[in-house]
Nanobody, 116 residues
């Protein structure tokens, strides 16, 4: 059974940093999957924050470009999101996603709160 477990969320002051991690288990070929981080805040739709393809190509939402960095470690079956210069509007539940054609897996989410 495939499982994605996020960690690293919490409370941080504006301008601070957090690093989210997502560990995948129950999957033999992690490296062939595209990985992404999404977020959802109350009253809003879930949105893509950053994605990294199986080939290592990255995509970022305009709102986080130059502040967030997504990376993956295929040897450890993990994907990370380094979040810098955090803003109150980054407050949301962050979800890890793993997918390819015919497959779509989600983690349970981790709360990130940016507040003074």
């Amino acid at each position: 059974q495939v499982q994605l477990v996020e960690s690293g969320g919490g409370l941080v002051q504006p301008g601070g940093s957090l690093r989210l991690s997502c560990a995948a288990s129950g999957i033999a070929l992690f490296r062939i999957f595209n990985m992404g981080w999404y977020r959802q805040s109350p009253g809003k739709q879930r949105e893509l924050v950053a994605a990294i393809s199986s080939a290592g190509g990255t995509t970022y939402a305009d709102s986080v470009k130059d502040r967030f960095i997504i990376s993956r470690d295929n040897a450890k079956n993990t994907v990370s999101l380094q979040m810098n210069s955090l803003k109150p509007e980054d407050t949301a539940v962050y979800y890890c996603n793993m997918g390819r054609i015919g497959f779509d897996y989600w983690g349970q989410g981790t709360q990130v709160t940016v507040s003074s």
